[in-house]
T-cell receptor
């Protein structure tokens, strides 16, 4: 078990370009979460999946953001027409069930810089 | 809506002294509370969780947390701080997904 894996670790892009991030959860985990974190702040929830179903999406999330988990394994997060305000660390996490007492395990994140 | 609050942006403590990082919660129903730690340029690492049962929860790296229902608090504690404990600490509540507090930076000076 290699834990939650995120790719790439760093991404620099020009404003207006599209970017896509990938997350591979712990293999037996059926829940997958995406968060965004800016420097010194707490992680902000974006969206989460149970298997391939997207259960919730933050109301704060612009329609430029979309996430998929087509086969219930890895997930992708795409940001279209990036803006400088999108610069942040994007964190992925997974957990083994929908039980409220289950902790989530985080990847090391993808740091996005929009120039 | 479920939420947690961390009233201190930073906590400073000398190595060897006890430390406390504060967290208060607001939930409807039973609270499911968590503490995570984040080292520079790293993801979050799970420390401990409260579900039900004992109000004192023990976790990783010698940390523990005290659940207090009357004060709606879930403070993180450690009897003797280490310089290597210096990091960002986040309290969280489970509401389907995890909802995090704003974080507290712990600085342990030698």
């Amino acid at each position: 078990d290699t834990g939650v894996s995120q790719d790439p670790r760093h991404k620099i892009t020009k404003r207006g370009q599209n970017v896509t991030f990938r997350c591979d959860p712990i293999s037996e985990h059926n829940r997958l979460y995406w968060y965004r974190q800016t420097l010194g702040q707490g992680p902000e929830f974006l969206t989460y999946f149970q298997n391939e179903a997207q259960l919730e999406k933050s109301r704060l999330l612009s329609d430029r953001f979309s996430a998929e988990r087509p086969k219930g394994s890895f997930s992708t997060l795409e940001i279209q027409r990036t803006e400088q305000g999108d610069s942040a660390m994007y964190l992925c996490a997974s957990s083994s069930s929908d039980s409220m007492n289950t902790e989530a395990f985080f990847g090391q994140g993808t740091r996005l810089t929009v120039v | 809506a479920q939420s947690v609050a961390q009233p201190e942006d930073q906590v400073n403590v000398a190595e060897g002294n006890p430390l406390t990082v504060k967290c208060t919660y607001s939930v409807s129903g039973n609270p499911y509370l968590f503490w995570y730690v984040q080292y520079p340029n790293r993801g979050l690492q799970f420390l401990l969780k409260y579900i039900t049962g004992d109000n004192l929860v023990k976790g990783s790296y010698g940390f523990e947390a005290e659940f207090n229902k009357s004060q709606t608090s879930f403070h993180l504690k450690k009897p003797s701080a280490l310089v290597s404990d210096s990091a960002l600490y986040f309290c969280a509540v489970r509401d389907g997904k995890l909802i995090f507090g704003s974080g507290t930076r712990l600085l342990v000076r030698p």
